[in-house]
């Protein structure tokens, strides 16, 4: 519990997303978000708001912890589509990274599908998305967000 304490509060986030997946391109589209993060259930639970004000939508994340387990769920929503995005990814962190994985369709295609969060510090964070088509031989990044803190006050 508590592994995503570190989101809570404010963050600029510089975004960087591949135009075009599963061709091998590396063009990327840059934009800016705002992120707004809090916990819950005693650090059990996480949630957070990202606004993507060139873009004209935003983002929701909902994380939930289960202590048998020892997992984390992660599920996503887009204010395009109005509804949890399912399946949600799975994990946990290990050495101050954490991996969260499913077994998803993109573009009709069957995919694995990975978070990563890491380069944890109280000012900034990591977080990426990649996909594989060939059994976790292979990831293809297609989304990063740089996490900093914004300022107080």
Avoid at 6 to 22: D, I, K, P, Q, S
Avoid at 122 to 141: H, I, L, N, V, Y
Wanted: include cysteine; charged fraction near 25%.
């Amino acid at each position: 519990m508590g592994d995503f304490d570190f989101l809570v509060g404010t963050w600029n986030v510089a975004n960087r997303r591949l135009r075009e997946r599963h061709v091998g391109g590396d063009d990327w589209d840059e934009f800016p978000g705002v992120s707004v993060a809090r916990s819950f259930f005693g650090g059990a639970g996480s949630f957070d708001e990202i606004t993507f004000p060139t873009r004209g939508f935003s983002g929701a994340t909902v994380r939930i912890f289960d202590p048998a387990a020892g997992t984390w769920s992660i599920y996503w929503m887009n204010s395009r589509r109005g509804m949890l995005e399912l399946p949600p990814v799975v994990g946990r962190f290990a050495a101050g990274v954490g991996t969260f994985l499913a077994d998803d369709v993109d573009e009709g295609r069957p995919v694995r599908c990975r978070f990563v969060w890491s380069a944890v510090t109280p000012t900034s964070c990591r977080w990426e998305q990649a996909f594989s088509t060939d059994g976790e031989r292979t990831w293809e990044t297609n989304w990063v967000m740089e996490f900093t803190r914004a300022p107080t006050g």
